[in-house]
């Protein structure tokens, strides 16, 4: 399952994960053994905590011009198909793919031989507060393409008046090396309107055909309450024969600043948020449906209408969730902690633009994603970084003009990147790594952020708070790490920064215990962050019915 609704009609799909894949070590001994695509190396004896790399095999069936489509590896991955080396990724949180054209008619070898080595070459990854994880954690697929083929659809909602939106569409093609190919027509249906360009000729490598308004009318918007989401079907046709399709889904909704609010749809939201890892101690980074909608459910529960995707972009099925349940998503790159040194090295700006790149590109139509976020916590107190981070912003900004974006600092009186962002973040820890109230922390954090840049309208959000508890310690005397005591610190912190004038939000760090790498330096009590309002196994703490009755006083959306 690569999507929870079908995005070909036409073009001829095969989904090779969802199956047993043969799995070793590499260059091991030991025989290869079934394994679950996806799913990460941890889960199965003997690789708790590998480290290496991994070779995975599979066979499939197929002739002509083939798409191997990743949606996911974590984190290094070379393909081979038959032997034949045919590319090589770094990211482990977003997709990518392979094209083959005129393979052989018959059975072919698929090897991917992945990597969770920390190592200066994947320079996003290193020892960290979560866990990275190895394996094939996201869906696979081959389809069948024919020489020229849709790669993407972008569709940017912009409100006209009540019920009429237009659409700015955009359908990127690749031609896979051919001559330029004519007499191609494309035709675009979003609900009940169609749209034909014909006679188009595409050259050689990867164009845009399709850069147009579309007015749609009739149109319910998206918003939290009612998340109204519509079919957008691109269809291929030449000399008059059908023979390639897209189908995405899109909602129509606003995103933008005024003064310190953020508003969805002309309203101020207020974020009532988790920041959440994907981490589960039966499925690793790999959860199954089944297991994202069981997290929502609970998300939902405790009365959030937000999500962090803390610190890497998400499985595009569980925004696919959100996008139905009518969630709003800060969907974030990947990134966490990196300090200067980190981001001196050679590849890193390159493939944090990658990383970007990839999760604006292949995200960008959800819209449930309300804020593009980058760069959690690294060194934005830093004059080598700063250009870092501008870069970075702007990439998003020339990717996406719908949309929101922000990073989370902990830089207190040392940010220099104040002014980047359309949205100011901190993460901040009262109660719990500081002795002191929330109420006084975010004065301070408030106020040199408004010095830095006094004429900038600033909406001003708090991305972290929360404080450690292991699940089952009970203590009257509210000892740190006991459930008490979390659920005291929640208490404090929620109702302080959601009583904070100035302040459009809060995201509790974190909605479950997690697991952490195990080169990471700080002590972590059983190498887990503890910090979940609910344990790893999703069991509630104390703290859940706390932060639960807190939510629940507050509205989703600012009174007027
Ligand atoms: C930081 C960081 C999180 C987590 C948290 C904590 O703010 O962004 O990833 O490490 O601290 O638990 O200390």
Sequence with gaps: MLRIFKTHEVRNEVVLSGKLWKFQAFNATEKAIDVIVPSCWETYPGFESYRGIGCYTT???????????FKGVSHGAKIYVDNIFQGEFYNAYTPFSVNIKDLAEGNHELRVLVDNNLDEKYSLNIGNDYMN???????????????????????????????????????????LGFEK???????????????????LSIETGISTICNETIKLEDIIQWDIEKPQLYEV??????????????????????????????????????????NRHED????????????????????????????????????????????????????????????ETIMKRELFQEQSLNCIK???????????????GILNECASDSEFARPLYKEQLDLIASLDKSRLKSFA??????DICMDLPDVISWNIYPYWYEDRTATDLMDEVYNYSKKQFPSKEMPFLITEIGAGAIYGYRTPTKDKWSEEYQSYALDQQLNEVLGYDNCFGVYVWQFSDIRVSKEWFKVRPKS????????EYRRPKLSYEKVKSIFSMYSDYFEE
Excluded at 59 to 69: D, E, Q, T, V
Excluded at 358 to 372: A, D, F, L
């Design 280 to 339: 589960h101690p039966q499925y690793g980074s790999a959860l199954p449906v089944e297991a994202m909608i069981n997290d929502l459910h609970l998300i939902k529960d405790l009365g959030c209408n937000s999500i962090r995707t803390s610190h890497y972009p998400n499985d595009e099925i569980f925004l696919d969730l959100c996008d139905e349940m009518g969630i709003l998503v800060w969907e974030e790159s990947h990134a966490r902690g990196l300090d």
């Design 181 to 199: 190919i004519s007499n191609i027509d494309l035709c675009i249906q979003i609900n009940n309107t169609q749209y034909n360009l014909n006679n």
């Design 233 to 274: 079907k691109c269809q291929l046709y030449h000399e008059g024969k059908l023979f390639d399709d897209l189908i995405d889904r899109v909602g129509f909704r606003t995103t933008c600043v005024k003064g310190n609010r953020v508003l969805i749809n002309d309203k101020a939201v207020r974020i009532k948020g988790v």
């Design 409 to 414: 600092t902990c830089k207190f009186h040392r």
């Design 133 to 175: 994880y190895g394996g094939i954690n996201r869906a696979v697929a081959i389809q069948e393409i024919s020489n020229i083929y849709i790669r993407n659809i972008f569709v940017e909602p912009i409100a006209v008046e009540n019920g009429i939106w237009n659409a700015e569409v955009k359908v990127d093609v690749e031609n």
């Design 528 to 535: 887990k962050n503890n910090k979940g309002i609910v344990d």
């Design 358 to 372: 990839e999760m604006v590109t292949s995200h960008y139509n959800h819209p449930s994603i309300y804020i593009w």
């Design 59 to 69: 066979s499939f069936n197929a002739k002509g011009n083939i798409r191997l489509l």
